[in-house]
């Protein structure tokens, strides 16, 4: 949109951009949370027909065209494109959240790199072998990429990055659970890119649980029943959720204004060219937005659908904007998804890409998970800054962001 004739505002509730793949570096002490963050005013200073405001949008008059913010602030528009994303889901049991922090946010990063350090904080100062033991053990629920990223992230932790700091334990003693309901790792993934997958995590120490189902999560651990319908539990002080996602309040409010239809995750079920049925003027991309592909199946919500849509949305809306002008853009045919592949990190050198249908795994992949994550860093300088970080951690295992920020020690 930036050298169409529109007035374009950009409402957010936060005044940064987040490189949401990255997230689970900061959560495991590789990045800070600048380094995969970007001023919006920033990003688009020299964009002259962009505005960038900050507020929430909870609501919203479809007829009357008018966007309502949590403040009271309201905005007309002509065209509205949505892209609130998705919140972590824990499947109707939001109390799980006190004990079992998701990674959406910088907010939730922060708190899980504070509740992994503090771990080893806490084991090194116990003397009970029983307790020393709970803070040793590692829960993470789910084995999408997150779970796996932060399952290897973790191993890494304990075997290298920590493991001559500490007097009274050994960081590499840590047991490092993957939980998931599916009968294995990456269930989106092609099944032999999963079992590379797993190897790679079983390297570092990590054990795989697949198709168990969590039933509880408090302050000791986890509960779940195992392909044979029989309770487990693991006593833990650490559990992280990488389980799933569901849609924000504000697109529970956008269905419901706009009568629109939705699947059961609520993204709402799209036109064909990315608009709600019936109200043509409003586009939705991303975690939000429910459309099939080529295979009449829903595309998944990863990055590059989000981007692929964004892209298109923009381009539909200039061309209708300018339709009575001469030379205008052509209306756009239905939106079409070409799918990339999919990348996965594991560790050091280890890796799982599916890219034009090749299938890849170990160094290869890892060097192009690197190289892809690396461009669509926003800003060059970050770019320069993460390839640095990165390039230190591959020689030395350090990670420097090891932060225990927020509440201080206390008691447990």
């Given at each position: 949109m930036r050298r169409a004739p529109l007035d374009v505002t950009l409402i957010d509730r936060r005044n940064f951009h987040l490189f949401q793949p990255l997230l689970y570096q900061v959560a495991t002490g590789s990045l800070s949370p600048a380094d995969i963050s970007a001023p919006l005013r920033g990003i688009l200073s020299r964009?002259?027909?962009?505005?960038?405001?900050?507020?929430e949008a909870v609501d919203?008059?479809?007829?009357?065209?008018?966007?309502?913010?949590?403040?009271?602030?309201?905005f007309d528009y002509d065209f509205l494109?949505?892209?609130?994303?998705?919140?972590?889901?824990?499947?109707?049991?939001?109390?799980?959240?006190?004990?079992?922090?998701?990674?959406?946010?910088?907010?939730?990063?922060?708190?899980?790199?504070?509740?992994?350090?503090?771990?080893?904080?806490?084991?090194?100062?116990?003397?009970?072998?029983?307790?020393?033991?709970?803070?040793?053990?590692?829960?993470?629920?789910g084995a999408g990429a997150t779970g796996v990223e932060?399952?290897?992230?973790?191993?890494?932790?304990?075997?290298?990055?920590?493991?001559?700091?500490?007097?009274?334990?050994?960081?590499?003693?840590?047991?490092?659970?993957?939980l998931d309901g599916s009968s294995h790792v990456l269930p989106a993934y092609p099944e032999d890119l999963a079992a590379d997958a797993e190897r790679s995590l079983i390297r570092l120490g990590v054990q795989v649980r697949t198709g168990v189902q969590v039933v509880g999560v408090d302050a000791?651990?986890?509960?779940?029943?195992?392909?044979?319908?029989?309770?487990?539990?693991?006593?833990?002080?650490?559990v992280l959720w990488a389980g799933g996602v569901t849609?924000?309040?504000?697109?529970?409010?956008?269905?419901?204004?706009?009568?629109?239809?939705?699947?059961?995750?609520?993204?709402?079920?799209?036109?064909?060219?990315?608009?709600?049925?019936?109200?043509?003027?409003i586009y939705v991309v991303g975690d939000l937005a429910s459309v099939d592909g080529p295979d009449d199946k829903p595309l998944p919500g990863v990055a590059q659908v989000a981007m692929q849509?964004?892209?298109?949305?923009?381009?539909?809306?200039?061309?209708?904007?300018?339709?009575?002008?001469?030379?205008?853009?052509?209306?756009?045919?239905?939106?079409?998804?070409?799918?990339?592949?999919?990348?996965?990190?594991?560790?050091?050198?280890?890796?799982?890409?599916?890219?034009?249908?090749?299938?890849?795994?170990?160094?290869?992949?890892?060097?192009?998970?690197?190289?892809?994550?690396?461009?669509?860093?926003?800003?060059f300088q970050s770019r320069v800054i993460v390839f640095i970080q990165w390039g230190f951690q591959y020689v030395t295992f350090s990670r420097g962001a090891r932060l225990i920020t927020g509440e201080g020690i206390k008691e447990e």
């Open positions: 964009q002259k027909n962009t505005r960038v405001l900050m507020g919203l008059d479809p007829q009357a065209r008018r966007l309502i913010l949590k403040d009271g602030g309201t494109l949505v892209a609130t994303g998705s919140k972590s889901s824990y499947y109707g049991n939001d109390q799980w959240s006190a004990s079992a922090p998701s990674l959406k946010t910088i907010e939730e990063a922060t708190a899980i790199r504070h509740k992994i350090l503090y771990a080893f904080e806490a084991a090194e100062r116990t003397a009970d072998a029983e307790l020393r033991r709970a803070w040793l053990t590692f829960v993470i629920v932060l399952a290897g992230a973790l191993g890494e932790i304990a075997r290298h990055t920590l493991k001559h700091d500490f007097r009274s334990i050994r960081p590499q003693e840590a047991q490092i659970f993957l000791n651990g986890v509960t779940f029943r195992n392909h044979r319908g029989e309770s487990e539990c693991l006593i833990a002080k650490t849609v924000t309040s504000f697109g529970r409010a956008l269905a419901a204004r706009t009568q629109a239809p939705t699947d059961k995750q609520g993204r709402i079920r799209l036109n064909p060219d990315l608009t709600i049925p019936n109200w043509p003027e849509g964004g892209a298109y949305a923009a381009k539909a809306i200039v061309a209708r904007a300018s339709s009575d002008r001469p030379g205008a853009p052509k209306p756009l045919r239905p939106f079409h998804y070409f799918d990339k592949g999919d990348l996965a990190v594991i560790g050091r050198g280890a890796a799982v890409a599916r890219i034009f249908g090749a299938h890849l795994s170990g160094l290869v992949a890892w060097l192009v998970w690197l190289f892809i994550h690396l461009m669509y860093l926003v800003q």
